[in-house]
């Protein structure tokens, strides 16, 4: 089983605390999800599905699965936290999408929504670029982040107040490979 002790021993590398969100809880949230994204847009309009490298890489690549009609995907890198656990406050956009957002459906999919900064930073941003509607869709969402600049609409779970790893999101960029989410 992916989420066994075993698992966790072979993979890990330190000791993590406890599975927070199992292989087969994601998949359950992550195909509600998709379901629900494919019924909010007219199917003749235009969708953008942007991905947030690197954090949501796993999280965009099951979730575009989900959502049957017909949809473009595109990313954007931006980094804050370097190598540490806690947000460095400053984030740098690495990369921008090649696709143009004007006058298109945006869906914007991060992995974890923590302090809010990257997406204080990255909404005005993407919005400046006059897309038909931008959205949020986040796998996580802490709900610690003080005057974030729009509310999620598509959340897969409200997430504990610990630091996560797996299915995307890393510690020193170890662990992404995790099938499962866990606190370290
Ligand atoms: C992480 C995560 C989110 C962001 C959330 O990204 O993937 O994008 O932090 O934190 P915030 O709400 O406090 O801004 P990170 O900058 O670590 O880069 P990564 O996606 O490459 O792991």
């Not at 087969?24 to 994204?37: C, K, Y």
Request: hydrophobic content about 40%; glycine content about 8%.
């Amino acid at each position: 089983m992916p989420s066994s002790p075993d698992t966790l021993a072979r993979m890990g590398g330190r000791e993590l605390k406890r599975i927070v969100y199992s292989q087969e809880e994601i998949a359950r949230r992550v195909s509600e999800m998709g379901r629900e994204i494919a019924e909010a847009y007219p199917k003749d309009e235009g969708l953008l599905v942007l991905g947030l490298l690197k954090g949501s890489f796993i999280f965009l690549a099951d979730l575009v699965r989900e959502i049957t009609r017909p949809l473009h995907v595109d990313f954007l890198v931006a980094s804050s936290y370097g190598s540490g656990m806690v947000s460095s406050g400053n984030v740098r956009l690495l990369y921008d999408p090649e696709a143009s957002l004007e006058d298109r459906h945006v869906i914007l999919v991060e992995d974890i929504i923590d302090s809010g900064t990257t997406l204080n930073r990255l909404v005005p941003l993407l919005e400046g670029r006059r897309p038909r509607s931008l959205e949020l869709c986040t796998l996580l969402h802490k709900h610690i982040a003080r005057g974030l600049a729009r509310e999620p609409r598509w959340v897969g779970f409200d997430a504990p107040e610990e630091f996560l790893i797996g299915y995307g999101l890393d510690f020193s960029e170890d662990y992404r490979n995790l099938p499962f989410i866990a606190s370290l």
